[in-house]
């Protein structure tokens, strides 16, 4: 299986979880934080070669995992600004309100359509991995990964991520299905606090056939 070079711009519990699964699957990790000395810190307790780089400079991964809130995800893409070109960036965000009734963006767009309108032209935005909770990575096992892009090359590269992670991608379509991936993501969290009653579950697909 072949590895990838992962830059993970974020240090909360969703950059910790895939951090740790990209390193379980042999890829080389950098991760990025404002706080500097807390991203060294997160890079000395992963281990496994993971390196702290310098918030605003360019990633030393080809795949950048945006790991921030969509509150501040457009902050920070201006701060990177052309630090990220030519590279594909993974927007792992969700766009529900505070009350999981919602999304924030206008009709007929999405986060990742809006990340992507900041990033340079030579970007290419995939949205991966919104619809699967941090501490659920963290407990091990397969689970089934959904993403949407437009650019072939690059949503090849996310899915031979998703599969080192010993995940399963499933491609969902082109970029404009993010606004749906953002959906499912509140429907989870309106799940999590209703019917489910908790944050323990994952979605998956039963391939029939």
């Keep these: ?14 950059a910790r979880a895939l951090a740790a699964r990209a390193l379980a699957g042999g890829n080389s990790v950098e991760v990025v934080g ?3 000395a807390k991203a060294r810190a997160l890079a ?3 281990g496994g070669g993971a390196t702290a780089g310098t918030f605003g400079a360019a990633p ?12 501040g995800a457009a902050s920070v893409v201006a701060e990177y ?6 590279k594909t ?15 924030v963006t206008a009709e007929g767009t999405s986060g990742a359509q809006e990340i992507a309108k900041a990033l340079p032209a030579s970007t290419k935005v995939v949205k991966a991995f919104n619809t699967v909770f941090g501490h659920i990575l963290d407990k091990g096992g397969s689970l089934d990964v959904l993403f949407a892009g437009d650019d072939a090359q690059a ?19 082109g970029l404009e299905v993010a606004r749906w991936l953002e959906g499912t993501g ?9 019917g489910v009653g908790n944050f323990n579950f994952s979605l998956s697909l039963d391939l029939a056939g």
């Design 1 to 14: 299986m072949s590895s990838s070079s992962v830059s993970v711009i974020g240090l909360g519990s969703m």
């Design 34 to 36: 404002r706080d500097e």
């Design 44 to 46: 000395a307790e992963l």
């Design 60 to 71: 030393a991964g080809d795949l950048v995992i945006l790991a921030v809130p969509y509150a």
């Design 81 to 86: 600004g052309e630090a990220l070109a030519g």
């Design 89 to 103: 960036v993974i927007d792992i965000t969700n766009t529900s309100n505070a009350e999981a009734t919602d999304l």
């Design 155 to 173: 949503k090849a590269s996310v899915s031979a991520f998703i599969e080192s992670l010993g995940l399963r991608p499933l491609d969902a379509g």
């Design 186 to 194: 509140l429907l989870m969290i309106s799940l999590a606090g209703h």
